[in-house]
Nanobody
């Protein structure tokens, strides 16, 4: 069983920055894709950003130019650098991973880390 543990969330003022981290219990090089999702209060979970094993990235339109996803296979970690934060970025942020050989859904999820942006 793969464990993903997020950290780095917190309370920040609008315009500020946070860096989320996700530590994996398995080598991140064994995943063909990893991603960050978020669930705002009272809303459905939504895609924030994904990164493939070839470091191809994909972002939600709402975070393009402000957020950067990256992975460090040497540290078995995934990161999300969030700049110019807005109140609408307030959400629980989840790390997800998909192993090689699997397509579509992400079977592995972390417990989440809360990000709250005050205006």
């Amino acid at each position: 069983q793969v464990q993903l543990v997020e950290s780095g969330g917190g309370l920040v003022q609008a315009g500020g920055s946070l860096r989320l981290s996700c530590a994996a219990s398995r080598r991140t090089s064994s995943f063909n894709a990893m991603g960050w999702y978020r669930q705002p209060p009272g809303k459905e979970r939504e895609l924030v950003a994904t990164i493939s094993s070839l470091d191809i990235t994909n972002y939600a339109d709402s975070v393009k130019g402000r957020f950067t996803i990256s992975r460090d296979n040497g540290k078995n970690s995934l990161y999300l650098q969030m700049n110019s934060l807005k109140s609408e970025d307030t959400a629980m942020y989840y790390c997800a991973a998909r192993p090689r050989g699997l397509v579509g859904q992400y079977p592995y999820w972390g417990q989440g880390t809360q990000v709250t942006v005050s205006s």
